[in-house]
């Protein structure tokens, strides 16, 4: 095992021993949405604190791992610190198509394998919100009022997702022709367009954008092949800004991947956005460029990784 490898793998047990040690926020209800072929796909709900807001919208959140590994309970003390104010959080599983992907390389089967990965992962969301839509109400979750987040791979599956019902693709007709989301979170994402450059050809609900502008795993700008572009943030951002569409872009100056597990660090600016744009209405476009002392750095890099979550 060269050096690199062995420092990610040191990290990898580190964080799963301080989650282990760390007191498990358990979900209200678990119940199986789907099954695709082997594929048991279940959904975590987790009930606010207090009384049930109905102004305050459900956040469906997607985990990260790179389409290879995760579980939808990993970001359980994000869901505590949303529950405490009155969020209902629903947590999902979804197919991970790279599980046993095996070429490293950035080359056309790569591309062709992350493009079904993220079909993949957008139709189990789809497959999601479509349960929620026929039996929430029964559960407490309002789909018709429900935010995407995600981290990573999960940041991608979201703003894939919104990014197929605005542009109305065929995996986007399991959902009624006038759905929506109402918001969409998105830490380190990034949205894959067979056209260059991205165009969302209807108006998208509320969208903030969380990445670090030294990312190597998820591009924070875009990576463009033939006709066909995987775009991060600023690039996400910049096609946006061209059609007028306002948005939230937080870009951390000089910061990896690390901010693809931000929320809890980030929370005022989640808190803001729901408030304000989500519930309110108030489509602002924010574009801050972060350089915070404060921030986390990597886990494997000495970061602290409990101030991250």
Not at 10 to 23: D, G, H, K, N, Q
Not at 147 to 169: D, T
Not at 273 to 285: A, I, P
Request: net charge negative; charged share 20%; glycine share 8%.
């Amino acid at each position: 095992m060269n050096l690199k490898n062995l420092l990610i793998a040191t990290a990898i047990m580190l964080i799963s021993a301080a989650a282990s040690a760390e007191e498990k926020y358990l979900p209200d209800q678990t119940l199986l949405f789907a099954v695709k072929g082997a594929d048991s796909l279940y959904l975590d709900i987790y009930n606010p604190t207090d009384k049930l807001d109905p102004a305050k919208p459900t956040i469906l959140f997607m985990f990260g791992g790179g389409f290879k590994e995760g579980t939808r309970d990993s970001g359980h003390q994000w869901f505590k610190l949303l529950c405490a104010e009155g969020y209902p959080v629903v947590s999902i599983d979804y197919r991970l198509g790279l599980k046993d992907y095996r070429n490293a390389k950035l080359d056309l089967r790569f591309i062709k394998a992350l493009d079904k990965s993220i079909a993949l992962a957008v139709e189990d969301l789809f497959s999601a919100t479509a349960y929620l839509l026929e039996n929430g109400e029964k559960y407490g979750v309002d789909a018709r009022n429900m935010v995407l987040s995600g981290s990573s791979a999960g940041a991608i599956s979201v703003l894939q997702g919104e990014y197929e019902v605005c542009n109305r693709s065929e995996i986007a007709k399991v959902l009624p022709a006038d759905f929506n989301y109402a918001g969409v979170m998105s830490f380190s994402g990034a949205i894959y367009s067979h056209h260059n450059p991205i165009k969302f050809y209807s108006q998208p609900c509320p969208i903030a954008l969380f990445h670090g502008t030294a990312d190597k795993i998820v591009n924070y700008k875009k990576i463009a092949i033939f006709n066909q572009c995987f775009g991060g943030a600023n690039e996400i951002s910049k096609q946006l800004r061209k059609q007028g569409i306002a948005h939230h872009v937080y870009r951390f100056e000089g910061h990896g991947h690390e901010v693809a597990i931000y929320q809890g660090f980030c929370f005022d600016k989640e808190m803001d956005f729901l408030e304000q744009d989500v519930m309110k209405g108030n489509h602002r476009s924010v574009d801050a460029l972060i350089d915070d002392p404060e921030a986390p750095g990597a886990p494997w890099g000495g970061g602290d990784f409990k101030a991250l979550y």
